[in-house]
């Protein structure tokens, strides 16, 4: 399918040239099946030049080309470049909206993509927000049982997981499951995605024994291929899981292979990657790998800065991993302090109840006994 495309690419460019409508309406068209593969780079690609194109052909304004940018931003997305992905689309959105109906495609398309983003930068309560309304928008129009309907449910599951609404996200997660395999078959992309989902809920709740055999089956029987991105995603969770069930040097060894696959296909600051490299921080600190906990956990915090920001969900879970290697380093007075800092941000961001918010304050009300029991120990 992919080397037709390519060849009807290269003809219509040597026929027509390459600002051509139909040359410009293929190359957008490859380009989303480059990122369905796996095949970012390329698909960055060949959207760049079609948005470059369209603008000039038909406008700014044109609703293709808002079309176009959502689409470039959704692979800006997949890159990790999230703050170029949610300029993006956001301004595809703003400028459908003007155009379109609100339950036209190419909007909805467009407005789920950008919950996706905005979850990814941690930005839970506005992502479950746009995810709600989606929701709703969609199963008006196209009906409960539609592809699209379904994939929307299982990211609201993933935002209410993220959210700490586990009873909310299992709910929902075990209902899409059923209805994807009733109406997509078992092996279906979006049933494994749902699949995966609903493991993470799992392995959040201590059911890790259901969870991992989800997950299992999930990347058993993907067609995916094992160097794209959604089925190192779900090796991941694999890794996470076996590690809620002690199995520590399994899932230590699975995901040592599985950071290097990510960072050689997807870069080192892709947030998958990240990701890995915050997963292996963690298995290596509870194998008792101190020393290569304490370097890796820096680069983790380091990166997840760089890319996700300071207040990002996933920066502070670093610096609390980071905090926990340090008080078993002994380096007591680290770790109270990047604790304390983590939850004045986290009480912020995630909320005083969020499951992460009290773990924080437990860790803080230990660190902070160890602190005066150690004072005393100098005294006498």
């Known amino acids: ?11 219509s460019t040597q026929t027509f040239g390459e600002g051509h409508p139909d040359t410009v309406a293929m190359m957008n068209n490859l380009g989303l099946t480059y990122w369905e593969l796996g095949r970012v780079k390329e698909a960055a690609t060949l959207l760049e030049k079609a948005v470059t194109w369209y603008k000039k052909i038909l406008g700014e304004g044109h609703p293709t080309v808002w079309m176009g940018t959502n689409n470039l931003g959704l692979v800006y997305w997949t890159q ?5 992905a ?5 301004a595809g959105v703003a400028g459908q909206r003007k155009t379109l109906a609100e339950d036209h495609f190419n909007l909805l398309w467009g ?6 983003t905005y979850r990814d930068q941690g930005l839970l309560e506005a992502a479950a927000k746009l995810e709600e309304q989606n929701l709703k928008v969609k199963g008006r129009a196209l009906g409960d049982d539609h592809p699209d309907v379904l994939r ?6 993933t935002t209410y997981r993220k959210q700490g609404r586990l009873d909310e996200a299992t709910e929902l997660g075990e209902a899409n499951l059923r209805n994807c395999t009733r109406v997509l078959g078992e092996r279906h992309r979006e049933t494994l995605s749902s699949a995966s989902n609903l493991a993470m809920t799992y392995n959040k709740q201590g059911r890790s024994d259901e ?5 299992e089956n999930a990347i058993e029987v993907t067609a995916l291929g094992e160097k794209h991105y959604q089925t190192m995603t779900w090796v991941t969770n694999l890794s996470v899981i076996y590690r809620g069930q002690g199995r ?10 599985n950071q290097a696959k990510k960072c050689k296909l997807l870069g080192e600051m892709h947030p998958e990657s990240l990701r890995s490299t915050a997963v292996l921080t963690l298995l290596y600190h509870e194998t008792r790998r101190l020393r290569r906990a304490t370097k890796l956990g820096k680069t983790a915090l380091e990166e997840r800065t760089k890319v996700l920001g300071d207040d990002h969900p996933d920066t ?12 078993d380093r002994r380096s007591v007075g680290k770790a109270r302090a990047m604790e304390e800092s983590s939850l004045i941000k986290k009480r912020k961001i995630l909320g005083d109840r969020h499951p992460e918010t009290v773990e924080t304050e437990r860790n803080l009300v230990l660190l902070r006994r160890r602190a005066r029991f150690n004072f005393l120990l100098w005294l006498l």
């Open 111 to 116: 407005t789920t993509n950008l919950a996706v």
């Open 1 to 11: 399918m992919v080397e037709l495309d390519e060849k009807n690419l290269r003809l």
């Open 80 to 84: 990790g470049r999230l703050a170029d």
């Open 316 to 327: 502070l879970r670093s610096a609390t991993r980071l905090a926990m290697i340090y008080r």
């Open 152 to 157: 929307s449910i299982t990211q609201l599951a």
């Open 248 to 257: 520590l040097q399994e899932a230590l060894r699975l995901e040592e292979v």
């Open 86 to 90: 949610a300029m993006l689309q956001e």
């Open 211 to 215: 969870a991992a055999k989800l997950q």
